[in-house]
């Protein structure tokens, strides 16, 4: 049996053997081998004595086949697809913060975290530890749109069902998309005619293939501009068009390189589980 001290090999986005899986009894449906359990606790947490924090936080997660686009890089805070590829085997693995549990760093009556070792052939590079960081920091740091404009996009008009299935083959160019409502003012809209104003910013990445990134943006734009069309606007007996309960103003397609901090403090990020501030009716709190 070790010692817990400064010098523990365990990091933030460490993940655990099989091995480790199993002496710990962190599997439940899954098999240790297609269970993947990551340590998410800060590195200055886990160089504290097991006596100041005696635990270690960790999400049982699984291995998965494919990453859903919707669930890649934060985009959804109740679900994260992660591709890992620093080590001698690449894999995906999906996590929920729903199945966070704690593990001791030491005990001396049972198996303990200090008894075993990261898995060296599943390690994250730096930016997935980042990407891990943001989804984990999300969850506490998000805006709520409006009730009402929420439930135009869900109940009213579906909107929200159908560009969570247009960015879903587009997520790895598309890590992230904001929404400007109302020129960032909050106002009581009453009425399918009453509409709130929707300005919709595509960022697409330039990490790996700039060009792919762009034209898949680009058609991602021209499917958002359809699905708003077809789901907000309407015909009068004389066809003219007019909008209903939304009305999208436009849709910009921008660079990771290109979006300035300043816009960055006025959008507020859209993700495909996104939910209101007061649900209507009250769901229960979320017990971790």
């Not at 730096?126 to 969850?139: D, G, H, I, N, V």
Request: glycine share 4%.
């Amino acid at each position: 049996m070790g010692k817990w001290d400064r010098s523990t090999p365990w990091r933030q986005g460490a993940i655990l053997t099989a091995d480790a899986t199993a002496a710990l009894g962190l599997f439940s449906d899954l098999t240790p081998e297609h269970t993947a359990v990551v340590v998410v606790s800060h590195d200055c947490d886990l160089a504290q004595a097991p006596e100041h924090e005696p635990t270690v936080e960790a999400i049982v997660g699984r291995f998965i086949d494919k990453p859903d686009g919707n669930y890649l890089h934060c985009k959804n805070v109740r679900c994260l697809h992660l591709p890992i590829t620093a080590g001698s085997r690449h894999c995906t693995i999906e996590l929920e913060p729903r199945n966070r549990v704690p593990l001791l760093k030491f005990s001396d009556e049972a198996m303990s975290l200090v008894d075993f070792a990261p898995s060296p052939e599943f390690t994250m590079t730096q930016k997935e530890r980042r990407t891990l960081r943001r989804w984990l920091a999300a969850r506490y740091d998000r805006e709520a749109f409006p009730d009402e404009f929420d439930r135009r996009m869900k109940e009213e008009t579906r909107v929200a069902e159908h560009l969570a299935k247009a960015f879903k083959e587009t997520g790895r160019f598309i890590p992230a998309v904001y929404f400007d409502v109302d020129d960032g003012e909050e106002r009581m809209r009453q009425g399918a005619d009453d509409v709130y104003t929707l300005v919709i910013t595509l960022l697409y990445s330039t990490d790996d293939d700039r060009e792919a990134a762009e034209k898949a943006a680009e058609q991602a734009a021209r499917r958002v501009k359809e699905i708003f069309r077809s789901r907000c606007m309407a015909k009068d007996e004389g066809g003219s068009e007019r909008w209903l309960w939304i009305e999208l103003q436009g849709v910009e397609v921008m660079s990771d390189h290109a979006l300035t901090y300043a816009q960055s403090l006025y959008l507020t990020k859209w993700q495909a589980d996104h939910i209101s501030l007061r649900p209507d009716p009250q769901q229960p709190m979320v017990e971790f």
